[in-house]
Nanobody, 115 residues
Framework: QVQLVESGGGLVQPGGRLRLSCAAS????????MGWYRQAPGKQREMVAL???????QYADSVNGRFTRSRENAKNTLYLEMNNLKFEDTAVYLC?????????WGQGTQVTVSS
């Protein structure tokens, strides 16, 4: 079992930046599928940045070039660096991983982009 705890969300102006963190309860070493999703009010949950088996990396078209996913295995932590934030990036951001074909989600952290 894996617990995921996100942090780093908040209120930011358009054009601003935030860095989200996802702390895992176990080592990330060997975990192949891990990343970030988001869910805005009244909308379906959507993939933001995901690394899957064999190292393939995916970014949503809407964030490609602005968001960067990274991980620090020594700290069991996944990050999402978000730059040039837009109003439409407002959502709850959730950390996601798969371990032994079981999916795990964090509780999410709110990101609000507003002037």
């Amino acid at each position: 079992q894996v617990q995921l705890v996100e942090s780093g969300g908040g209120l930011v102006q358009p054009g601003g930046r935030l860095r989200l963190s996802c702390a895992a309860s176990r080592s990330l070493f060997g975990i192949e599928t891990m990343g970030w999703y988001r869910q805005a009010p009244g909308k379906q949950r959507e993939m933001v940045a995901l690394t899957k088996r064999w190292g393939s990396r995916q970014y949503a078209d809407s964030v490609n070039g602005r968001f960067t996913r990274s991980r620090e295995n020594a700290k069991n932590t996944l990050y999402l660096e978000m730059n040039n934030l837009k109003f439409e990036d407002t959502a709850v951001y959730l950390c996601y991983t798969e371990v032994s074909e079981t999916a795990y989600w964090g509780q999410g952290t709110q990101v609000t982009v507003s002037s």
